[in-house]
């Protein structure tokens, strides 16, 4: 397992990654759980297959015109956007996700995979404050976040983070506690405007770590 795959495989988020094709080439265990697809029948399949992804208003979003897979050479940011999947058993999930493509320098950490995407359950609440506004332009390309400004410490964490050190390496390379570690993630979550370490990993890769 490279680098990259072995961060991900690893966090507690649904990730999974598809090459320029659009092709599932890496799924991690709560990916598979949150759809019911077995890692086996996932990989090399079509990712708008899997997900069959709509909008909050039904209308269908994966397919031949998805913009992201077209645009992994471009690395052009992309925002975080609410898309409603079906698993396996045909039951439709509510999604925010985020998608990361990857530097070509670190294209071989993360194998096969050109673009990273990490998905996040929507609870009801949320649904219901976003049906209730009107549908909004399809196109997720040119997103940006202004997150506030990290700690030398901070960035040097984020840093060591995104070229895949996990928590106990990160501590070791820094001679710092791990529990120290996992502090200062605490605190870049608020600055970078994310709710976990694979969301910030996901930012350091696409903005670097500010």
Known sequence: MNALTEVFAQTTDAVFGIDAAGR???????????????????????????????????????GEDCPIPKTADARQAVRDFDLVVRRADGDPVLTNIGACYIPSHLREQAGRVDVFFSLRRVNPRRLLQRMAKPPVEKSVMNGSR?????????????????????????????????????????????????????????????????
């Open 24 to 62: 599932i080439r890496f799924a991690n265990s709560e990916f598979e759980r949150l759809l019911g697809y077995p890692c086996s029948q996932l990989c090399d399949s079509w990712c708008a297959d899997v997900l069959c992804g709509t909008d909050i208003h039904g209308q269908p979003f994966c």
């Open 146 to 210: 202004d997150p506030g400004k990290l700690t030398s410490r901070e960035k040097e964490i984020l840093g060591l983070a995104a070229a895949g050190l996990q928590t106990s390496r990160i501590a070791s390379r820094l001679c710092i506690s791990p529990q120290t570690v996992r502090t200062h993630f605490r605190n870049i979550y608020p600055k970078l405007g994310v709710n976990s370490r694979t969301e910030a990993v996901i930012h350091a890769l696409q903005h670097g770590s500010h």
